[in-house]
């Protein structure tokens, strides 16, 4: 098992950026592949962006191309999210998730099911002012 921690979430003005962080602990070594959720008030649990933990092979959803950028520093064990150009749009809980399986992360329709993800952080909070 994979424990996940993630930080980085808060308050900003619409234009503004943030760095998500999530620290793994535990079984990294059998660490396929990160991904990172969102889930606004009353919505499904939804995508953002994925990273394969070895070769660092980025995903990331359409809604947040150009602004989002999902990368890893192995030394660390950490996953980050860089937002820039947030709107009120992307206000919600962001969550952090490990899937032991590589296979997931590469393909189209796993990697965006909750499902297919093993361990999970427990949250953080990113709010967009207008």
């Known amino acids: 098992q994979v424990q996940l921690v993630e930080s980085g979430g808060g308050l900003v003005q619409a234009g503004g950026s943030l760095r998500l962080s999530c620290a793994a602990s535990?079984?990294?070594?059998?660490?396929?592949?990160m991904g990172w959720f969102r889930q606004a008030p009353g919505k499904e649990r939804d995508f953002v962006a994925a990273?394969?933990?070895?070769?660092?092979?980025?995903y990331v959803t359409d809604s947040v191309k150009g602004r989002f950028t999902i990368s890893r520093d192995n030394a660390k064990n950490t996953v980050y999210l860089q937002m820039d150009s947030l709107n009120r749009e992307d206000t919600a809980v962001y969550y952090c998730?490990?899937?032991?399986?590589?296979?997931?992360?590469?393909?189209?329709?796993?990697?965006?099911?909750?499902?297919?993800?093993?361990?999970w952080g427990q949250g953080t909070q990113v709010t967009v002012s207008s």
């Open positions: 990273i394969t933990w070895s070769g660092g092979t980025p």
């Open positions: 535990g079984r990294t070594f059998s660490t396929g592949g």
């Open positions: 998730a490990a899937t032991t399986s590589r296979g997931v992360i590469v393909s189209g329709i796993y990697r965006r099911d909750p499902d297919r993800y093993d361990s």
